[in-house]
């Protein structure tokens, strides 16, 4: 009898079936390959559908869109712009005349003869832009003996113009000089000499 009880146990052991099984790993297997792939296949369908709504379908929305807001936008009427009489005619507008721009220097050493001259030749329409002590070599200069001009553009148009200014001041026509300077502070400079005290504009009150 004993015989027989084992016998029965070790047929019962034998026919039960294991998780472990090859035929049952490659079944799993197989079937877990499959939903992966159809995941990635659907995933791919709704990607195409996505692209193709945004490519397709998204611009022709918009489009509609702004078509039938321009055909309800209301129209604003024009009105007549106003214009000078004077002009229609033909007068023309005479331009603003350009100042001439100078720089007074001190080369004598007399404290505020810059800004006396300065002061002066304002009132007959130059436009002084900048005004001090003469520099020369680095060095303050106040032994310049004869009251002279230059002329920083070195064009004719500013030569007459800084000859106009020397017969203004009261110097001849031989102590403007004529220098080419490339980014000049003035069109013109005037450099006060020693001799200032004999220059009409000094006389005049």
Do not use: W
Not at 56 to 69: E, G, R, V
Not at 75 to 96: D, H, R, W, Y
Not at 105 to 134: T, W
Not at 171 to 190: G, H, K, L, M, R
Request: positive net charge.
């Amino acid at each position: 009898m004993r015989h027989r009880r084992r016998l029965n146990t070790q047929t019962i052991r034998k026919r039960r079936p294991t998780g472990t099984h090859p035929q049952i790993r490659a079944a799993q297997k197989k079937s877990g390959t499959v939903k992966f792939f159809k995941f990635i296949f659907y995933l791919v369908i709704l990607a195409g559908a996505g692209y193709a709504g945004y490519t397709y379908l998204l611009p022709a929305f918009s489009a509609t869109t702004l078509l039938d807001s321009a055909e309800n936008t209301p129209v604003q009427e024009e009105f007549p712009v106003a214009t000078n009489p004077e002009t229609e005619t033909g007068t023309q507008l005479t331009p603003i005349e350009k100042k001439i721009q100078v720089e007074v220097l001190n080369g004598c050493g007399e404290q505020g003869i810059a800004k006396i001259l300065a002061d002066r030749i304002i009132k007959n329409n130059y436009d002084v832009v900048n005004s001090g002590n003469y520099i020369e070599d680095g060095k303050t200069n106040f032994r310049v003996p004869q009251t002279k001009i230059i002329d920083q553009l070195k064009t004719a148009e500013n030569v007459t113009r800084a000859k106009d200014l020397a017969e203004l001041i009261g110097i001849e026509s031989s102590f403007v000089e004529s220098f080419e300077n490339p980014s000049p502070i003035a069109d013109i400079t005037i450099v006060i000499g020693q001799d200032f005290k004999t220059l009409p504009v000094f006389k005049k009150d």
